[in-house]
């Protein structure tokens, strides 16, 4: 391992990996007595975000269990540093109410009642039922909808070998606004900033990055802060990052976007733009035709400051609710640190507002001007600094398209519009023969969670449910099969992240089943090692695929055969054996230097540095090849079409955008129907100050933030994280908590337009005035007599019941306590709130272009009025169909829009990409 990675403030005393397989160590739970204790580490990485921080699992030689995680430091993202939900897969692990074997309901659907069942009939009927519908040409009824993800490219290789067009995400409820916001720019949908070698940077996110890339982006954030480098945090509320930064931009929701073209502002007019980086590598003569100007490069400076000459520091304090001032000398702290300008957006103003993609878009716009694009102290396109090597086999792209996943309204979104399944199936728009929920829970995560439940009750609708979880949760309620996987110790997957200016790859490994192999032992299947029968997913999929083409006559058998033995199912080492051998630059001759082979490499160290010090890759030069090549204009063409740039006397492979330049404007939007969005602009949001009526008492509620130490759904089973966190009251501030009347702890009912919830209050300065907000990880729930559930570390019993033919009332009856476990811990919970599940409450809101739910929502706050109890939640899904219906009306649908009959523009990128035919209207 190289140690260079270790760049800053290395760890010294941990465990060289020579010694891994026996490290001696004192037992700290034995003292005083000195007691050595003998353990094997093995690798593996997290699943407790998508950061994919490594780990190290200690296992005790004695008795085979797994006796502490920690992290590690050879692991060139984390560095041996993790948040608190990294060691916690301890206690997911250990959960005492743990589903250890396949399940199969009894009684109706939704009854909570099921029996245990084996892996070989969950195969034959779920094989049969993906055969049946594939012959039968219904090849988009079966759906695969995944939470978290956790691996890199795995699953589309397999959905793709079956012909189905059935990836759904969970995106929509995520991070697409601010992809499509950054797709627009450079190609790539997500920043990757250099945060340790910043001089100022910019997070519009609530926390040290909260969720995505967390404690990777978290570390470096401070490393650059304790070079000297300076930060700003925009967020609604004073969040823990925000505290850190040296500057708080608290404006009012919605309006983030012109705060950024404020700083834009201030840059082009004290001409602290790097003009020799836009000329070279903007296309603004597409801005200046656009516009009808033609004229020079200089014509375009002067043209560019006049348009956003508007965005003046005044105008933007009037409209944000900032100090003008703070907008000046925050402009002027960017232009100052110039291409070591490091920006950040995910969730926050981009998942909150219609709109939201502009932030994005804006936010790239302000690096863009000062260069600091993937510059040192930059930001980088996310697709250079994450690298997912190419498995053994490509399936062809299926022939199909489904509208359940990629609707015509929404030609632009960015990934498949998964929190509008319900609305789309109960509209009448198709049905779903086989449905697997994978790691993800969206009758509880997702807006409208009651619609769900009417959705997934329906067998019409939904033929037959399997969830694929390592922990209980409310959706397998509504399941046919709940089928255990494994926590991050228990299965293998292969991830990469844009942690840093750097790629690599980490190995996420079955730890049982590694030490069963180091022995000798002969695994078939991971679930022998794991406990009870837990399985891992990739092992599955194997299983399945060849469950639904038994004699290879469907074409699909082949993509799961061995390359190294042929006819024969491959294993999940084999597959792994191919990529380590032929897909990694540099692996299979650093396993060399240490006499492995590159499996055994990886199965030693977890991870593997493919390169360091990644920067500028659109300066790379094309390889030679027969160029048509316009100085004047910077363009280099093959066969007439745009391949690279030409800057700087050389041909370059530039961004992967259609000019290959960063695109200031988009020809897209016009062509799909949002000419008047085509450059950086912002977009009046659905919380709109305008859009509010406040003698009505209706306030914005920002629900996009959450507890660092917690996971969006799949905490609940961690006995440590649920005691640091364990309550989500609603943050007011105290001048409308005097105008409402209500103190610290008081009842609240916050009322949205389909229902409300009824919570505690905390009264505090650290919220923007008329601004509301509540962590979305809270209130999670057992419906009461259930025969199985689990998580009581935080879930609370609740009597779910219809109050009227549309309307649901769910009401806590019994709260978060002691309870009786295999873990004597579990009678010492001293927490009794668990939180309020608020989600369930969110109507669905769907930005007319990107597609991404809304989440900020227009509320009405009042005092609980006489009979509201402490955790109630009422909604009425006949209004949640009606404002699907109104938002439905604001999109564009292709057909109408768009160039030729196309459903959405070919070049942008689409999950399991179909083929070009299905993309034919
Ligand atoms: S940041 Fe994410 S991947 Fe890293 S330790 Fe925390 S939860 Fe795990």
């Given at each position: 391992?190289?140690?260079?990675?270790?760049?800053?403030?290395?760890?010294?005393?941990?465990?060289?990996?020579?010694?891994?397989?026996?490290?001696?160590e004192l037992d700290a739970k034995a003292w005083p007595k000195r007691v050595t204790r003998h353990y094997s580490l093995v690798p593996t990485i997290c699943f407790n975000c998508e950061a994919a921080c490594g780990l190290v699992a200690y296992v005790d030689k004695q008795d085979g269990r797994i006796q502490k995680v920690e992290g590690n430091p050879y692991h060139p993202g984390s560095r041996g540093r993790n948040c608190a939900k990294g060691p916690a897969t301890i206690n997911q692990v250990h959960d005492p109410e743990r589903i250890l074997y396949p399940l199969k309901r009894v009684g109706p659907r939704g009854s909570g009642r099921f029996?245990?069942?084996?892996?070989?009939?969950?195969?034959?009927?779920?094989?049969?039922?993906?055969?049946?519908?594939?012959?039968?040409?219904?090849?988009?009824?079966?759906?695969?909808?995944?939470?978290?993800?956790?691996?890199?490219?795995?699953?589309?290789?397999?959905?793709?070998?079956?012909?189905?067009?059935?990836?759904?995400?969970?995106?929509?409820?995520?991070?697409?606004?601010?992809?499509?916001?950054?797709?627009?720019?450079?190609?790539?949908?997500?920043?990757?900033?250099?945060?340790?070698?910043?001089?100022?940077?910019?997070?519009?996110?609530?926390?040290?990055?909260?969720?995505?890339?967390?404690?990777?982006?978290?570390?470096?954030?401070?490393?650059?802060?304790?070079?000297?480098?300076?930060?700003?945090?925009?967020?609604?509320?004073?969040?823990?990052?925000?505290?850190?930064?040296?500057?708080?931009?608290?404006?009012?929701?919605?309006?983030?976007?012109?705060?950024?073209?404020?700083?834009?502002?201030?840059?082009?007019?004290?001409?602290?733009?790097?003009?020799?980086?836009?000329?070279?590598?903007?296309?603004?003569?597409?801005?200046?035709?656009?516009?009808?100007?033609?004229?020079?490069?200089?014509?375009?400076?002067?043209?560019?400051?006049?348009?956003?000459?508007?965005?003046?520091?005044?105008?933007?304090?009037?409209?944000?609710?900032?100090?003008?001032?703070?907008?000046?000398?925050?402009?002027?702290?960017?232009?100052?640190?110039g291409s070591a300008f490091a920006s950040h957006i995910w969730r926050n103003a981009a998942a909150g507002n219609e709109g939201g993609w502009a932030a994005a878009r804006c936010l790239q716009f302000v690096s863009v001007l000062v260069g600091a694009v993937a510059s040192i102290g930059g930001t980088a396109g996310s697709g250079t600094n994450k690298f997912v090597p190419a498995p053994f086999s490509k399936p062809r792209p299926q022939d199909v398209w489904s509208e359940l996943l990629y609707p015509r309204e929404w030609p632009l979104a960015h990934h498949e519009l998964s929190f509008l399944l319900p609305h789309l199936l109960k509209s009448?728009?198709?049905?779903?023969?086989?449905?697997?929920?994978?790691?993800?829970?969206?009758?509880?995560?997702?807006?409208?969670?009651?619609?769900?439940?009417?959705?997934?009750?329906?067998?019409?609708?939904?033929?037959?449910?399997?969830?694929?979880?390592?922990?209980?949760?409310?959706?397998?309620?509504?399941?046919?099969?709940?089928?255990?996987?494994?926590?991050?110790?228990?299965?293998?997957?292969?991830?990469?992240?844009?942690?840093?200016?750097?790629?690599?790859?980490?190995?996420?490994?079955?730890?049982?089943?590694?030490?069963?192999?180091?022995?000798?032992?002969?695994?078939?299947?991971?679930?022998?090692?794991?406990?009870?029968?837990?399985?891992?997913?990739?092992?599955?999929?194997?299983?399945?695929?060849?469950?639904?083409?038994?004699?290879?006559?469907?074409?699909?058998?082949?993509?799961?055969?061995?390359?190294?033995?042929?006819?024969?199912?491959?294993?999940?080492?084999?597959?792994?054996?191919?990529?380590?051998?032929?897909?990694?630059?540099?692996?299979?001759?650093?396993?060399?230097?240490?006499?492995?082979?590159?499996?055994?490499?990886?199965?030693?160290?977890?991870?593997?540095?493919?390169?360091?010090?990644?920067?500028?890759?659109?300066?790379?030069?094309?390889?030679?090849?027969?160029?048509?090549?316009?100085?004047?204009?910077?363009?280099?063409?093959?066969?007439?079409?745009?391949?690279?740039?030409?800057?700087?006397?050389?041909?370059?492979?530039?961004?992967?955008?259609?000019?290959?330049?960063?695109?200031?404007?988009?020809?897209?939007?016009?062509?799909?129907?949002?000419?008047?969005?085509?450059?950086?602009?912002?977009?009046?949001?659905?919380?709109?100050?305008?859009?509010?009526?406040?003698?009505?008492?209706?306030?914005?509620?920002?629900?996009?933030?959450?507890?660092?130490?917690?996971?969006?759904?799949?905490?609940?089973?961690?006995?440590?994280?649920?005691?640091?966190?364990?309550?989500?009251?609603?943050?007011?501030?105290?001048?409308?908590?005097?105008?409402?009347?209500?103190?610290?702890?008081?009842?609240?009912?916050?009322?949205?337009?389909?229902?409300?919830?009824?919570?505690?209050?905390?009264?505090?300065?650290?919220?923007?005035?008329?601004?509301?907000?509540?962590?979305?990880?809270?209130?999670?729930?057992?419906?009461?007599?259930?025969?199985?559930?689990?998580?009581?570390?935080?879930?609370?019993?609740?009597?779910?019941?219809?109050?009227?033919?549309?309307?649901?009332?769910?009401?806590?009856?019994?709260?978060?306590?002691?309870?009786?476990?295999?873990?004597?811990?579990?009678?010492?919970?001293?927490?009794?709130?668990?939180?309020?599940?608020?989600?369930?409450?969110?109507c669905v809101q769907p930005d007319p272009v990107s597609g991404m739910h809304c989440w900020h929502q227009k509320v009405v706050v009042t005092k609980a009025e006489p009979g509201d109890r402490y955790g109630d939640v009422f909604v009425d899904t006949a209004k949640s169909m009606a404002v699907f219906e109104e938002w439905l009306a604001k999109a564009r649908p292709a057909g109408k829009y768009g160039t030729g009959k196309l459903r959405r523009p070919q070049h942008l990128k689409r999950v399991c990409r179909p083929s070009d035919a299905a993309f034919q209207l």
């Open positions: 391992m190289d140690h260079a990675t270790l760049r800053t403030t290395p760890l010294e005393t941990f465990p060289p990996p020579e010694r891994w397989d026996d490290w001696e029996e245990r069942t084996t892996w070989d009939e969950v195969l034959q009927t779920l094989g049969a039922r993906i055969r049946k519908a594939i012959v039968e040409g219904r090849k988009t009824e079966v759906m695969y909808h995944v939470g978290r993800p956790g691996h890199d490219g795995y699953i589309e290789r397999v959905l793709q070998a079956w012909g189905v067009d059935g990836h759904n995400s969970h995106t929509n409820v995520c991070s697409a606004a601010a992809r499509l916001g950054y797709t627009l720019w450079s190609g790539h949908d997500r920043p990757s900033p250099d945060y340790e070698n910043a001089k100022f940077t910019l997070l519009l996110s609530s926390h040290l990055e909260t969720g995505h890339y967390f404690n990777p982006h978290a570390q470096r954030i401070i490393d650059g802060k304790m070079k000297g480098g300076k930060l700003a945090v925009c967020d609604i509320r004073l969040s823990n990052t925000a505290s850190m930064g040296d500057y708080w931009l608290a404006p009012r929701p919605g309006t983030e976007a012109l705060m950024l073209l404020g700083f834009a502002h201030v840059l082009l007019r004290e001409n602290l733009t790097d003009w020799t980086f836009v000329r070279d590598w903007v296309d603004w003569r597409a801005y200046q035709q656009a516009k009808k100007r033609g004229g020079d490069f200089a014509a375009f400076q002067r043209d560019l400051a006049a348009d956003y000459a508007f965005a003046t520091p005044a105008h933007v304090a009037a409209v944000c609710g900032l100090d003008a001032d703070l907008v000046e000398r925050v402009g002027r702290e960017i232009g100052l640190a009448g728009r198709g049905r779903i023969d086989t449905y697997f929920t994978r790691v993800y829970n969206p009758v509880w995560t997702n807006p409208d969670g009651a619609m769900w439940i009417e959705a997934l009750s329906d067998e019409q609708l939904v033929g037959c449910h399997a969830v694929l979880s390592p922990t209980w949760n409310e959706t397998a309620r509504w399941a046919d099969y709940v089928l255990p996987m494994g926590h991050a110790t228990e299965r293998h997957d292969l991830m990469s992240q844009e942690t840093h200016a750097a790629t690599w790859i980490g190995f996420r490994q079955p730890v049982h089943r590694v030490l069963a192999e180091r022995q000798g032992k002969k695994v078939t299947w991971t679930w022998e090692c794991n406990p009870g029968q837990v399985w891992e997913e990739d092992e599955f999929w194997i299983a399945l695929s060849w469950h639904v083409d038994p004699d290879g006559s469907l074409g699909i058998r082949q993509h799961f055969e061995s390359p190294y033995r042929k006819g024969e199912r491959i294993t999940i080492e084999e597959y792994y054996r191919w990529i380590f051998e032929n897909s990694v630059p540099g692996l299979p001759a650093a396993a060399a230097k240490e006499g492995q082979t590159p499996l055994e490499y990886m199965r030693r160290h977890g991870c593997f540095l493919v390169q360091d010090r990644v920067y500028k890759t659109h300066e790379a030069e094309l390889k030679h090849g027969d160029y048509e090549i316009d100085a004047e204009h910077g363009t280099v063409r093959e066969g007439g079409k745009i391949v690279g740039v030409y800057a700087g006397g050389k041909c370059r492979t530039g961004f992967p955008t259609q000019s290959r330049k960063l695109e200031l404007y988009s020809q897209t939007m016009v062509d799909w129907g949002w000419p008047e969005l085509s450059t950086p602009v912002y977009v009046k949001s659905h919380v709109d100050e305008s859009r509010l009526d406040r003698s009505k008492n209706e306030m914005v509620l920002v629900g996009t933030f959450r507890l660092p130490t917690l996971i969006h759904t799949r905490s609940a089973n961690s006995k440590w994280l649920t005691e640091l966190s364990n309550t989500n009251p609603v943050w007011m501030h105290p001048g409308d908590a005097a105008r409402i009347g209500v103190e610290m702890g008081d009842l609240l009912r916050v009322s949205t337009r389909i229902g409300y919830y009824v919570n505690a209050v905390w009264v505090t300065e650290g919220v923007r005035p008329g601004v509301v907000a509540c962590s979305h990880h809270m209130g999670r729930w057992t419906v009461k007599g259930d025969q199985v559930s689990g998580n009581h570390w935080q879930l609370h019993d609740v009597d779910l019941r219809k109050v009227s033919g549309t309307a649901y009332l769910m009401r806590r009856v019994k709260p978060t306590g002691a309870f009786a476990s295999a873990d004597k811990e579990s009678e010492k919970v001293w927490w009794s709130s668990g939180g309020v599940h608020q989600n369930m409450t969110f």
